[in-house]
């Protein structure tokens, strides 16, 4: 279905566009506010953290490839943001949502929490730091139907203001591989399609064999449209490459230009290529080939 057109307006009071933010649409009561952590103590006093709003904190825990995400709201954002500075290490920026006629209410901002919540389990694009989550609280239609359309507009200004940990992945490329796995025969085709991943045995077992997927995998923007075919190199102490499959989709993983590879077929084994005389640590990265090639090999380069 396509999506109606709409105008964004953003204000940057510091007059640096990586600094705060203020994001209203046309024709909406409602208005965002981005900030980082470290700007909330020049802008708290601001007078829509005295409001009721919905919140999002984001930033990265360890070395994951998703972000965490923490959802919330509350009846002050001001007091709730201060604990959240003090209490939760783990953000570094903050999104915040209030209504500029001030109309929403507990119920209001209940919901939205609920529906957000959900929303951001569904598509499992974030970890999220929440612990538990809301009961859909009982709204009246008409109450209903004007919060529903307020989470539209959230929904549409997450993505542009840099999070999207809300969207549902859409693939970027859906290749046409063969139905079967192995080629007839052979070409002199060398075009670079299939990606060979390094796979430690843990991840390999439950994603690359259990699930027939892999991730995250950084993807030059060049090559997505040109890969079918995806290879496991088994890292130490196999060190080989023993098993590909073709591509189905590659969608975006995370908010860091990383990608999850998405099979058609299960995984088929094949004669193990070997990392024979390459320097210890060599296939740490991803690296292309051709499927002819891959299929050929005695050794890995």
Not at 191 to 198: M, N, Q, R
Not at 214 to 230: D, E, P, T
Not at 246 to 274: L, M, Q, T
């Amino acid at each position: 279905m396509k999506s109606d057109p709409f105008t964004i307006k953003i204000y940057v009071p510091n007059g640096d566009p990586e600094s705060v933010r203020i994001v209203e649409l046309m024709n909406w009561t409602g208005k965002g506010i981005v900030f980082s952590r470290l700007e909330w103590s020049q802008i708290s006093q601001r007078e829509e953290f005295n409001q009721a709003g919905i919140y999002f904190l984001t930033g990265q825990k360890d070395e994951d490839d998703l972000p965490t995400l923490y959802i919330g709201q509350t009846d002050v954002l001001r007091e709730r943001i201060n604990k959240h500075k003090e209490e939760k290490d783990f953000w570094d920026r903050a999104i915040i949502f209030v209504s500029s006629n001030n109309s929403l209410n507990r119920g209001h901002i209940t919901w939205l929490e609920y529906a957000l919540l959900k929303q951001a389990k569904e598509v499992a694009q974030c970890l999220l730091d929440n612990y538990s989550s809301p009961k859909e609280p009982s709204l009246s239609e008409s109450e209903k139907a004007d919060t529903q359309s307020f989470l539209k507009q959230i929904l549409q200004i997450l993505p542009l203001v840099g999070l999207r940990a809300l969207e549902s992945p859409r693939s970027v490329t859906n290749p046409n591989t063969p139905s079967k796995l192995i080629p007839k025969s052979f070409t002199e085709n060398d075009e670079l399609d299939t990606v060979v991943v390094p796979a430690q045995k843990e991840g390999f077992e439950r994603e690359f064999l259990g699930k027939s997927n892999w991730y995250a995998i950084r993807i030059a923007g060049g090559r997505l449209q040109q890969l079918k075919y995806i290879a496991a190199y088994q890292t130490q102490p196999i060190s080989a490459i023993t098993h590909y499959a073709p591509i189905e989709s590659i969608e975006p993983y995370g908010e860091d230009g990383k990608y999850r590879v998405i099979f058609s077929n299960k995984a088929i084994n094949i004669n193990p290529i070997c990392f024979e005389d390459a320097i210890s640590g060599s296939m740490q990265g991803s690296r292309y080939t051709s499927i002819n090639r891959l299929l050929k090999a005695k050794k890995t380069f």
